[in-house]
């Protein structure tokens, strides 16, 4: 299927951006069943899955160029939103080829990659890039190599170290994050910067979630959902900039609440890195307001029935206090109680 | 809100005088007992030497012996100055040092921080909390420092935001987080309380 991207989309001021019904059919809607709590739900990030999102490796859709303009826009006023320890070099001119050969090969239309021993020539349609550089050799992109392609990926990115049976986020492109600051965290241990997520520790899900990802093998990449709420469709919901979207949360009435709040999901991929032995870690973000939620019915009542019944201890650290009731009153109107299929697919092929 | 049982939060165990090292500095922030402190200091380790801040310019950081001349004393006017001389220390160190640091959590980490810039890193040194449990507040929207914060909330020196201070410490800042307070309602503000004596 043709990509017809969005140019024109912003994710802050007027807050433009919509999706189709192309693209709220392919959301990644992240509960299976009718309830949620932490699990260490990873899965092989194989190609096909419940919606479309899942059929590449790094998923492109049709907000693809606005959200490399707002990715634009955040390193503009904050470059370091994007840094890198210097022992990860390796890791990133591993980054830089798994995504340029990702692109290129689930979506020739739009991008090509040229190799010619370290000779490359790649090609970006979508953001009218064409660059050839030496494959090694910072000094001839206009970026550092995980900078320069992460800036035209949607999505954030991190990478993390193993060593002494750990994982450390010695790098990072973060400026769609779900409220998380790279500067603060950069440099810790795999413990450490899940310090704050409430519950799952005494679960023991980070230490099997760490056991797994240490022995994750290349070419055998995997993913995870993870979920929270936002008001507006805004990307930059960083704590850095809390001070300017902090307010926005206690705007939520009855009357706005179907279109101002979103389902935020962020489909997780993991991947192990061939020349360096890090992991690269893809935070990909999608946002859908409670509206367009509603128009897949199954999505509708399950939202509803996962926001009634939250953990207490959830909804404080989702940020969804002020207004999770509003929401739940929102969309009972489209909760009959009926019994809902397990898994995430939407169960209707169009709106 | 205070939010409490982050495990970011560093655990501290006691030092424990490493006998596999060949040579030993010991880093006090103040004047404290550290034959009471450090575990294992006799029979003597080896060359071992006790640096401590003092915090008055009269001293100056000269070598002094203890009556049977295996520990050598230093006395520091800052921490500032403590660091300089470490520096110049670790730059011409070799194998087999270990450090050991005590004192309030944020002179932990910079030395841990010095430290590690020279590859004296893991099991070559070690640190424990004694003194304040004051904190270092990195304002994580505009990047200043605050130190020596005993309240839940504080004003940040660099942008003036209330800033709650987070149970979350990042090791490479020396400093816990502080983010701003009253960001969804201004002025709505919990009341101040001193918490970290």
Known sequence: MTLSFKPQETFRDDFSYRNSDEAILRFPFPFVEDSYMYSVNIEPHVKGGPTPAFHAAFDVDEHYVAECQERAIVLAQDPSRCKVLPHMIEAEWDTLELIMESLAADYPEHFSLTRSGTAWTWENRPLGIRDSFTFGDATTLPYGPFEYITRQAQGDFTLQDQRDDNLFVDG?????????????????????????????????????????????????????????????????????????????????TPENVGRKLHLRVELQTLFRLPRSNAILFGIRCYLCNLEDIARVPKWGKRLHRVLRDLDPALEDYKGLTRYRQTAVAYLSRFDDGADLSLGIQPDVDRL | MLISGIHSRPKYAGLRVDRSGTHHIILSDTPRDIARMVEGLEPAPGPTEVWTVVGACTVTAAEERGPDGSVVRRAFRSRPLMFDMLGHRLARESMGLRLYAIGEEAFLWD???????????????????????????????????????RTNIVACVGCGAHLTVRDHFSKRLAAFMGVQADAEVRGDLPPVEEIFR
């Not at chain 1, 899900?205 to 994750?216: E, G, N, Q, T």
């Not at chain 1, 070419?219 to 850095?240: A, H, Y």
């Not at chain 2, 590859?119 to 449990?133: K, P, R, T, Y």
Request: aromatic content about 10%.
């Open chain 1, 172 to 252: 990072g492109m973060i400026t769609c994050q779900a409220d998380w600051s790279l500067e603060f965290n950069i440099g810790m241990s795999f413990h450490e910067w899940h310090g704050p997520v409430p519950l799952a520790h005494e679960k023991g899900v980070f230490d099997r979630a760490l056991k797994y990802l240490l022995r994750l093998q290349n070419g055998q990449p995997v993913r995870r959902l993870n979920w929270t709420m936002t008001v507006n469709p805004r990307m930059d919901t960083s704590p850095e900039n809390y001070p300017l979207w902090g307010a926005d949360r206690t705007t939520v």
């Open chain 2, 111 to 149: 030395v841990a921080a010095l430290a590690r810039s020279f590859g004296v890193d893991g099991d070559e040194i070690q640190l424990d909390h004694a003194g304040s449990e004051r904190r270092r507040v990195f304002c994580v929207h505009c990047r200043a420092m605050t130190e020596n914060v």
